[in-house]
């Protein structure tokens, strides 16, 4: 039996949310008498803010995270999030196959042979919890070059196509002609920056970042400045010319209707703020280039790190919208 205290505190609450209801309908009445609905909105919409979506996540198959695709789920709808995107590092073993990576592959990545388990383990949770949260099919893809790479992902991608929501491409690694790969891992390329310089690593991030722009492939451009983990603690010191080189690709990325994430493990990183960085994120709102939001959580608790903190500082240099993906259907969504 309930106790009689209980019952009270649930009548008074019950009581109290009513009157709040009809004290935001009445200001609400209020804004539009006057033709404020602008106002009206962005008042009411203090109460939705929560209801965001986090549109980079992995799971204990890419053998480096932790958790099963439902724990991140269930995360997100604890925060009390609208939509989640399951993006789990696709099989790095679709491009490499010199046994002596595979150790390295195994830690990077699921296997070729689990992608098929992959994508019915997502649309067995979004079915699971479709009342609760929209979870979107999706991988992070590693845009390797040269394109040979991307026929052989996209022959494994191929069966899959109807099911996706969108496609993430993201960089993770470098080359140019007479270079070795040189990885976007802190430990690993110091060494590449030092023989080569800051310059040449941007430039060349940059031309791939163009090339992965022009397969017409990806919906969404992960971690756009991922060569800034090679100079943390320090930001990058773009050259005019390489500076310029990132406008002109903003511009082809505009007028291809393709997205830029938000990722906010920036932070996380140690490279003191998200990917991209603030002065990049200015130029993308200056185009009006959408933007969604990722957190690239390893962790399930990650889910959503720090995407208010981004939305507060954003919003003051015009962001008005937010984008998600329905059938690889790109939707803006006012913030
Ligand atoms: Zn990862
Ligand atoms: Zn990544």
């Known amino acids: 039996m309930t106790h009689p205290y209980m019952k009270k505190f649930a009548y008074k609450t019950q009581i109290t949310l009513k009157v709040l209801y009809h004290f935001y309908n009445i200001i609400g009445k ?4 006057y033709n404020i609905q602008e106002y009206k909105y962005n008042f009411l919409e203090q109460f939705k803010i929560m209801k965001l979506m986090d549109y980079h996540s992995h799971n204990r198959r890419c053998g480096h995270a932790m958790g099963e695709i439902e724990d991140y789920v269930k995360v997100a709808i604890e925060k009390n999030f609208k939509e989640i995107g399951i993006t789990d590092h696709f099989p790095l073993g679709a491009i490499i196959d010199d046994p002596q990576f595979q150790k ?19 649309k067995r949770v979004k079915e699971k919890y479709r009342d609760k949260i929209s979870v979107r099919i999706s991988t992070e893809v590693n845009f390797a070059t040269p394109g040979r790479a991307l026929t052989r ?14 496609l993430l491409g993201a960089i993770h690694d470098i080359k140019w002609h007479d270079s070795p790969v040189i990885i976007m891992d802190p430990r690993e390329g110091s060494e590449a920056l030092k023989k080569y310089g800051i310059e040449k690593i941007n430039l060349e991030y940059i031309n791939k970042l163009i090339k992965l722009v022009e397969t017409n492939f990806f919906d969404v451009i992960a971690h756009f400045d991922n060569n800034r983990i090679l100079m943390r603690p320090n930001k990058p010191h773009y050259s005019e010319n390489t500076w310029q080189k990132l406008l002109d690709l903003l511009d082809k990325i505009k007028n291809k209707g393709m997205a830029i994430e938000i990722n906010t493990s920036g932070t996380l990183k140690g490279i003191g703020s998200q ?7 200015i130029e993308i709102i200056k185009r009006d280039i959408p933007l969604l939001l990722g957190s690239d959580a390893h962790r399930p608790k990650n889910i959503g790190y720090s995407f208010e903190e981004f939305i507060e500082k954003a919003k003051k240099w015009g962001l008005s919208h937010l984008c998600i993906y329905e059938n690889r259907e790109q939707i803006l969504a006012k913030i």
Do not use: H, R, T
């Open 30 to 33: 209020f804004f539009q008498i």
């Open 104 to 122: 390295i592959i195994k830690k990077a990545s699921m296997d070729v042979k689990e992608f098929p388990n992959y994508i019915e383990d997502i």
């Open 153 to 166: 992902q996209k022959k494994i991608l191929e069966p899959f196509m109807d099911d996706f929501d969108y």
């Open 275 to 281: 990917f991209p960085a603030d002065e990049i994120v």
